[in-house]
């Protein structure tokens, strides 16, 4: 989309103008973050106990798979794609790990597997979108069914996981204090963004993503490579999906066919809400940290809330959604 | 050999093989039958069965027409079905055709008004509209729960059963209804310059503002069109099953329909649409539901069944797989 509001015609001519308008970027992740802390707050002045720390780690805990999954959908929308594929990723990584381990495999082999297997869905699509020039929303809408498809024909029952590594995964803590802790989960998770955010920032490979969510033509004449970079997020994306599905079986002792649904929208939701333009080539990784945090606190405000019928915790994730997302354009505009 | 080259040939090809595979499995499949001056028969069921994909289809493809995408019609379908079925479970005479007739038009108004909400989010507060439409996509099942008190809402009332079930002029109803919104779009698109300023709007809503077209009204006014589109459909669901089930009604149809747009060839980045594909692509789908029915597949087996056919779908549609694969004249550049 063409931004008329800036002019691409004037002159960075002072210095002063490009730290300006180096911030104004910033501004949708700042707004986020602001409107964070107020939603955070506003959870503090309500609930009792809410100002626990042990409540904002449990945040992460409770989205580390989220975490991971919405980190690679933010590499394929900054290039003006779109991953529909990646909840039913997580849930045929979760059914294939859990028949697996249940068959007697060991967790050394299961592991790399599934990561590989995920890879390898991401590719695939990723050359169909590329080579084929199909639409990413078709290509992994077909992914989506294909996945989803092949872990209902494994098994359509949810599957314990009793192996060693696995519980171990499951159950280790690392303690920060008395009932202040984070799971291995969240080391992984937080790991995966840090790695995303150095990539986008300073490698070539994230600058070019940048670059194709600007313009695949301008890009494709400057000589980048938009076929193996376009194939590439694709391919990340499918791992991440695949390493959040691996996260989620951890988190849930279990595999099961039907997990997941519609975590596809909570992930690109989060990218969203952390300020990426679904059109590409503009957002940071650190914005899909704050729109994860965003669902997640909203998940924790109507636990805390507690008494609310399903109906009405549906209409109220609706209303803080739009109530974020319209105070977040406000903001966002008036900077402008 | 020019009908190869039409943009609906390879659709249009698929659907009639997929009609053709059934004839090993069941014999009558296309005999049409005449109990009581109406059609019976599996070609007409297939009919009765697309109606509401149809139907939300035509609203979808406006909306992509216009660069943008409506993913609330599952859950506005929901709302109008259970806002009908309250009402008329209200009246003294379930039978009464002017009670029955009130009531649709309560759900409908409901409906036209969350669409004027989400053209309103999408045109004039700038939200993206996948993320602008999630929110009612999230809170419109809870308003539907709401509406009928979480609980299904059972009615008996036979001219409410007409809508879906019913048949008149020798046709199901809810096909003449689908019918008759697909003529109302295409009149007003086609024969009046409505169409053109809608593709407009997509091509480049900047150029198009400039251009003096009223950019905003014609968005909000399409996101309208879906709307009340859904609501018809959800009418139809609704009145077919003769209860309000705020959970199935239009559960994922909004992936369907899309796919439905994608597959009459209207490009998801907006600009020009085709109504007659996305009928064809509508049928399609519904014709893939009844056939993993009719051929025997088993249950485990549909969704794999139906990612194949997907998958098939968009690489003989894309001009650069038969290009590279099929070695058929190529289109490439015509088409890029």
Redesign the interface.
């Known amino acids: 989309?063409?931004d008329?509001t800036a002019p691409p015609g004037t002159p960075p001519a002072k210095a002063r103008n490009r730290v300006l308008k180096q911030n104004r970027r910033h501004v949708p992740v700042l707004a986020t973050l602001a409107l964070l802390i107020i939603m955070y707050a506003v959870g503090v002045a309500n609930y009792r106990g809410f100002s626990d720390t042990q409540v904002v780690l449990n945040i992460f805990v409770d989205n580390a798979f989220l975490l991971v999954v919405a980190a690679g959908m933010t590499f394929v929308i900054l290039t003006g794609g779109i991953d529909?594929s990646v909840g039913a990723v997580v849930a045929l990584t979760t059914t294939v790990a859990a028949t697996l381990l249940h068959a007697g495999w060991s967790a050394a082999v299961v592991l790399p597997l599934v990561l590989l297997m995920g890879t390898v869905l991401g590719l695939g699509m990723g050359a169909?979108i590329h080579?084929?020039?199909?639409?990413p929303?078709?290509?992994t809408?077909?992914g989506m069914?294909?996945a989803?498809?092949?872990a209902?024909?494994i098994n359509?029952n949810s599957i314990p996981i009793t192996d060693g590594f696995w519980t171990a995964m499951a159950e280790e803590r690392i303690r920060f204090g008395p009932g202040v802790f984070i799971s291995t989960s969240v080391v992984i998770s937080l790991v995966v963004v840090l790695i995303g955010a150095y990539v986008l920032a300073y490698t070539r490979f994230g600058r070019t993503v940048y670059a194709i969510g600007g313009s695949a033509d301008s890009a494709l004449l400057m000589g980048l490579p938009v076929g193996r970079t376009r194939i590439a997020v694709y391919t990340l994306s499918g791992f991440c999906s695949a390493l959040g599905g691996v996260l989620y079986s951890f988190y849930m002792s279990s595999g099961y066919s039907l997990n997941a649904q519609g975590m596809e929208?909570d992930a690109?939701?989060a990218v969203?809400?952390g300020g990426v333009?679904?059109t590409g080539g503009s957002g940071y990784l650190f914005g899909t940290v704050l729109g994860v945090l965003v669902l997640g606190l909203i998940q924790t405000i109507i636990t805390f809330q507690g008494t609310l019928?399903?109906?009405?915790?549906?209409?109220?994730?609706?209303?803080l959604?739009?109530a974020f997302?319209?105070l977040q354009?406000a903001v966002t505009?008036r900077s402008r | 050999m020019n009908f190869v080259r039409h943009r609906l040939f390879w659709p249009a090809a698929i659907l009639v093989a997929l009609l053709a595979s059934n004839i090993f499995f069941s014999s009558g499949f296309f005999s049409i039958t005449v109990h009581d001056g109406h059609l019976y028969g599996s070609i007409i069921d297939i009919l009765r069965r697309s109606a509401p994909l149809i139907l939300v289809g035509i609203g979808m493809t406006l909306v992509i027409a216009t660069g943008g995408i409506d993913l609330s019609v599952g859950s506005v379908m929901a709302i109008s079905g259970a806002l009908a079925c309250l009402l008329i479970g209200d009246l003294d005479n379930q039978n009464s055709v002017i009670g029955v007739l009130l009531a649709c038009a309560a759900g409908i108004v409901l409906s036209l008004v969350l669409g004027i909400w989400n053209g309103t989010l999408v045109a004039s507060i700038g939200i993206q509209p996948i993320i602008a439409t999630l929110i009612l996509m999230v809170a419109g099942r809870g308003i539907a729960q709401l509406i009928t008190d979480g609980q299904i809402l059972n009615v008996t009332s036979a001219p409410y059963k007409v809508i879906g079930a019913g048949y008149t002029i020798a046709l199901p109803v809810s096909v003449l209804i689908a019918a008759g919104m697909v003529a109302i779009a295409v009149v007003l698109t086609r024969r009046t310059a409505l169409g053109l300023l809608i593709e407009a709007v997509g091509g480049s809503p900047t150029a198009s503002r400039l251009a003096g077209i009223q950019a905003r009204r014609l968005t909000i006014m399409v996101y309208v069109f879906s709307a009340i589109c859904a609501g018809i459909a959800g009418l139809i669901y609704s009145s077919n099953v003769s209860s309000a089930d705020s959970n199935a009604a239009g559960n994922l149809i909004e992936l369907d329909a899309i796919l439905a747009v994608v597959i009459g060839g209207t490009r998801l980045t907006g600009g020009r649409f085709s109504l007659a594909g996305t009928v064809l692509g509508a049928v399609l789908i519904e014709t893939l539901n009844v056939t993993t029915v009719s051929i025997g597949i088993p249950v485990e087996t549909t969704l794999l069944f139906k990612a194949i056919v997907v998958i098939v779908l968009c690489l003989v549609q894309s001009a650069a797989f038969r290009a590279k694969v099929l070695r058929r004249p190529s289109r490439v550049g015509a088409s890029a």
């Open positions: 989309m063409i008329v529909l169909v080579f084929f020039q199909v639409e929303f078709i290509a809408l077909a069914f294909l989803r498809g092949i209902l024909l359509r929208l690109i939701a969203v809400i333009l679904l019928s399903s109906w009405w915790t549906r209409i109220v994730v609706g209303v959604l739009f997302i319209v354009r505009r």
